[in-house]
């Protein structure tokens, strides 16, 4: 297996350690997994390693770090379907990534890793890691709701807190992996992270026998977004599904440079002074694998769409109404659907889903 530089095109062993190219570029897997086929499922697994006949991984590692995350319902609620991501062992989607890397970290033998976070994939890393007997560090920006920080060192991990905001804490961590030569094991810079979050499609096409006509997907440094885009393609190329079900992709109003440049029809992020917002997951102003993001955006028509920031809080306490208790993060994505519902319309049987508990991000 081979890691290709999104950059440059050099291609480097995928048991390489190095956490990007020398160029710079971002690392993508070079990875095409058996056609999509429901007589390969793992019965004797749940959740995400159901599927890891389509994962890149080796060997049996993943056995002794899987949780069984994954496996999550879906309900309705109003109009709109809500998969329930958060129900998963650290209350977040982040489990499915972090499962699969802490999995292929432990094939390679790494001992000591460190990561940047707004704080669900912290969580993640670190539980999962936890597991596989990996020591770790975890970055976090100053001003993360505390039960974050709580769960992480809970789970053994040193946290550290960086003053300024997540773009910042991401450079203090990158700057320490370049330094040192730590292991990254960056839900954004690692291309198994994706391959893990890839099973939420394939659990929602199983759940549903095929796809709802549209998907809304939260868009930070697009870890959903990004792993969705593997699994959509898979099942199309697999000719599971004929056509991309239409595509939203949410960015907070307060910081939205994915929006931005599409709006000035630029191929890169768009340079933005980040607004506070109560959504922390997803305030993102230099998303790494921008370029990358606004590649499938183009290819798959995918709409960005805008969460008005005085519309979160009642998102939430809507969902909170019908028995689904997320944090701000995941209630915009919900007020970001209400909004574009309310101005175009309708659009079909639409799921979004709920990514992050409530108690978890109690600002
Ligand atoms: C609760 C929650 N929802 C959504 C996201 C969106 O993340 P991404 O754009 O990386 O998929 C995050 C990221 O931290 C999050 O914590
Ligand atoms: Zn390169």
């Not at 191929?267 to 305030?283: C, D, N, Q």
């Amino acid at each position: 297996m081979n890691f290709v530089c999104t950059s440059c095109g050099k291609r480097e062993t995928a048991s390489s350690l190095a956490p990007r190219c020398p160029c710079g570029g971002l690392w993508k897997l070079d990875f095409t997994p058996p056609p999509f086929d429901p007589a390969l499922f793992d019965g004797s697994a749940r959740g995400v390693f159901r599927y890891r006949a389509f994962l890149p991984l080796e060997g049996g590692a993943w056995r002794s770090v899987t949780l069984g995350e994954g496996a999550t319902p879906i309900a309705r609620v109003g109009g709109a379907l809500f998969k329930l991501d958060f129900l998963m062992p650290t209350l977040s989607f982040k489990d499915r990534g972090a499962a699969v890397l802490a999995a292929r970290m432990k094939e390679l033998g790494v001992a000591r890793a460190v990561q940047d976070s707004s704080g669900n994939a912290g969580n993640s890393v670190a539980a999962y890691c936890a597991r596989a007997g990996i020591a770790c560090e975890i970055f976090v920006p100053e001003g993360t709701s505390p039960g974050k920080i709580d769960m992480i060192r809970a789970h053994g991990a040193t946290c550290i807190l960086v003053p300024g905001d997540r773009d910042r804490c991401a450079e203090v961590c990158r700057a320490r992996v370049e330094n040192e030569g730590l292991f990254y094991a960056s839900h954004v810079y690692n291309p198994y992270f994706y391959e893990g979050t890839k099973t939420y499609v394939y659990e929602i096409y199983e759940q549903l026998g095929g796809m709802p006509e549209a998907l809304v997907l939260p868009l930070g440094n697009g870890t959903l977004l990004l792993g969705a885009m593997l699994g959509l393609e898979h099942l199309l190329a697999s000719g599971r599904i004929s056509d991309m079900p239409r595509i939203l992709a949410v960015q907070s109003a307060n910081c939205a440079p994915i929006l931005e440049a599409r709006r000035l029809g630029l191929s890169a992020p768009a340079p933005v002074k980040p607004l506070p917002t109560l959504a922390e997951g997803i305030a993102i102003g230099k998303p790494a694998r921008g370029t990358e993001i606004l590649g499938y955006i183009r290819k798959h028509n995918v709409e960005v769409i805008p969460a008005p920031e005085d519309g979160i809080a009642a998102a939430r306490d809507a969902l909170a109404r019908e028995g689904i208790f997320v944090e701000y993060t995941s209630a915009a994505t919900y007020a970001a659907y209400l909004d574009y519902v309310n101005q175009r319309g309708p659009i079909g049987e639409c799921l979004l889903p709920a990514t992050g508990a409530g108690l978890k991000g109690a600002h």
